[in-house]
């Protein structure tokens, strides 16, 4: 039973592109994040969705627009991509935003390896 | 905003040995969360443990324990009795418990091999 699945795993496309990467949790959490993990393997926050809400959104280029259809999804779409964006995106989830105990623990995905040519 | 340092970017250990990973961070909060997470070549982030900041006593589980020194900000991973399973890099990471900052704040990480 995987608890965040990601999808697809490697994506590998042309400059200009547009593509989206899907993720979903089936642990019940309410909050879900994107995490970016460049070639020196540095991890940084990209959004966060609390029950569909956004409540992160760090200084991440507009063509990245994340979308939460409902709390067990939270997608990620790029647009015009750019060399620079070939990276390993990570989602993860957490029980709640902001809690005590494990509730706050988040959770990763596989990663999806995107490479941009 | 939080800085994460890891200062030792590779760590050798022979099996059954034990290991030791520094970590170190800036904060202005006295409330808040630590954690390291290992990946193997997998890729896949693995939660090893976490520590609450309000808490003394150090977080144990199973071979894996922390030194947490709150007053030095000073969080290391101790690995005891290394397997070739716990080759992979390791990271720490920080979290507000308090402000609404809700994101891990990472370190650079640690590669660690084991040796045979």
């Known amino acids: 039973d995987t608890a965040v699945s990601q999808t697809p795993k490697y994506l590998v496309t042309q400059m200009g592109n547009d593509k989206s990467i899907k993720c979903e949790q089936n642990?019940?959490?309410?909050?879900m994040y994107w995490y970016k993990q460049d070639s020196k393997k540095f991890l940084k926050i990209m959004f966060s969705y609390n029950n569909k809400e956004l409540i992160i959104n760090e200084t991440v280029p507009n063509r990245f627009s994340p979308k939460s259809p409902d709390k067990a999804h939270l997608n990620l779409h790029i647009n015009s991509l750019e060399l620079g964006d070939s990276a390993v995106y990570f989602c993860a989830s957490s029980l709640v935003a902001r809690g005590r105990g494990p509730q706050e623990t988040q959770y990763f995905g596989p990663g999806t390896r995107l490479l941009v040519l | 905003a939080q800085t994460v340092t890891q200062s030792q970017p590779e760590m050798s250990v022979q099996e059954a040995e034990t290991v030791t990973l520094s970590c170190t961070y800036d904060?202005?909060?006295?409330?808040?969360?630590l954690f390291w997470y290992k990946q193997p070549p997998s890729r896949q982030m693995i939660l090893v443990i976490r520590q609450e900041a309000y808490k003394q006593q150090n977080a144990t589980e199973n071979r894996f324990s922390v030194n947490f020194q709150k007053a030095a900000k000073s969080f290391s991973l101790k690995i005891s009795d290394s397997q070739l399973g716990d080759a992979a890099m390791y990271f720490c990471a920080y979290r507000s418990a308090g402000s609404g900052d809700y994101k891990l704040s990472f370190g650079a990480g640690t590669t660690v091999t084991v040796r045979a």
């Open positions: 642990l019940g959490h309410d909050t």
């Open positions: 904060t202005s909060e006295s409330d808040y969360y």
